[in-house]
């Protein structure tokens, strides 16, 4: 027979039942709460991409609204200007309306297109435009709209559109001189009964191509507003790098193995000259005699100078990359650009490239500190000696040349000679106090009337307002310099301050820049402002990361105290 139990044991084994059964029902409570939870939370989740998938809906429906809209007006007016013009015109017409309306209607969409248009502009200038002048302004076309839009939405915003603004003054300064400088010079000629061609047009297009690029750094502040934007900015490029880098290889390898004719068939002065005639695969304009030793490859671009330019701003974007993209992956793909920058270098026939490049790509790793990060610097300076003896062993005549050409061009005219040259020559025919008009030294300008031709940017500044004009310029970059050192140096976030340094020297050497005119020619006349608004908007990119860290719990007294006690008893 079984033993009942005990009245003692009863009573000593009740409570633990109960607290087993309340156990039990608490972990029931807990468990249908928390079932409760995830479905108030799956359900709130769906409600999200729904609301998601209907606002995509909705801006995809505007959209399709818009460019029907933009599209037919578009249609219509390319119809008139075929049968009025021609088709390139039509093309122009038509097209320049879809670009405008959409650009006004999307503006940040637009700069990450007009970024990315910037490097292939010239291919399609001449490959579909076929040089029509219209095709020269696309990129303006998706710039200027949305830069219009994107400061409407900051001013209602209530969002300063001067940034920094230790510049305000200085660029009130600088409009002040340009201002006089139009109406005394330009506005005057025009009225003087005798103008030389149309000065107040010149004038526009001088001031347009001195300070019209100026609103993308406010533009390029607000855009890059985060982390990931900044790295999908800095990685775009880098593949841009490489897509340019690559048909520039393969135009120079259609020239060497006659696939295209180049310029070696022409005689006397043709011979030595860059034309349109020539182009090859993409770009504009090229030089190809080697039997004279003689190259100019255009690459991407409208005519060999901006290539060159093109190919020594992306020994920055390439280095930036290279030193600070967080990933190892985009470290490597950078390195790849890199090296593809240094061979069209050497290819491309570009005494300054040859020669600044190098000297930059070295001159960045001490002005930016990286060979100090010994387990980064190495292997990336390996890479960088592997490459140059490998483009000395596989083009060795075409870099003996290049330093050849170097040499005689620094023997017949050193550039402080040449420098000094050029400021004197326009010291002597300067125009008055305030200079001789806007444009007047601005060779894109030539459309509008006659133009000196200067090729020391500030000797030319000198010559198109004056030395007062000059003055102020050079404060006005001065204080940009300054700013954007402060800005970067304030970064606490190693990547960030690594791109931020590479950017600011590149800034420096620009705003200084005398040898030539970058400033006034694509692509620098756009990266530098662009550059100035990224290395801006960085300490507050740095500071949304900061942020975002968690803290470290820290210890109460009592909590300390306890830990002690433990400690003791042990």
Known sequence: MRKRPSLESVSEDSPTRSSRRRSRRGKRSQKSSSEVAQTAEISLSQKEIAAQKRKAARERQAFIQTFAIAASIGAVIAIILFFVKDIKMAIAGGGGIVVLTL?????????????????????????????????????????????????????????TLI???????????????CGLTFLLSNTAEQFSGNPQGNPILMGIWGFKVLLGYFPLIPCIYYLLDNKKKFFWFSRSQIVLIIVCCVLGFLQYMMLKTGRCAGTDNLVGEDLFKATLDAKCLVGGSLLYSPSQ???????????????????????????????????????????????????????????IALLVIPVAIFGLIFFTGQFAKVKRFIPIAGGIALLTLGAITFFPELIQERIDSAIDRWNASPPTEFIAHQFEFTSKGLSGIFGAGLGRGTNSARIFGETQFIEVYYAKLLHEIGPIGVFAFLVFVTVITASTFKAYRSVKDKNLRSYGSTFWVFILFISYQTYYY??????VCIYYWVLVGAVLRLPEIDKQEREKMPELPIETDDKSRSKKRRFSSA
């Open 518 to 523: 970058p400033l006034d020619v694509d692509p």
């Open 103 to 159: 650009s006004y209607k999307y503006p940040r969409s637009s700069l990450w297109a007009f970024l990315i248009y910037l490097p292939i502009s010239g291919t399609i200038t001449y490959w579909i435009g076929g040089g029509n002048p219209l095709f020269h302004l696309a990129k303006d076309g998706l710039f200027y709209p949305a830069m219009l839009a994107l400061f409407w939405q900051l001013n209602r915003q209530k969002k």
């Open 163 to 177: 940034v920094p603004k230790s510049i305000v003054l200085p660029l009130i300064f600088l409009l002040f001189c």
């Open 293 to 351: 030793g003689v190259i100019r490859l255009p690459g991407t671009f409208v005519a060999p100078w901006q290539w060159a330019w093109y190919l020594i701003s992306s020994a920055f974007f390439t280095f930036a990359s290279a030193f600070g993209d967080p990933s190892l992956r985009w470290q490597f793909v950078s390195f790849i650009a890199m090296a593809l920058v240094f061979i069209n270098a050497v290819i491309s026939g570009q005494r």
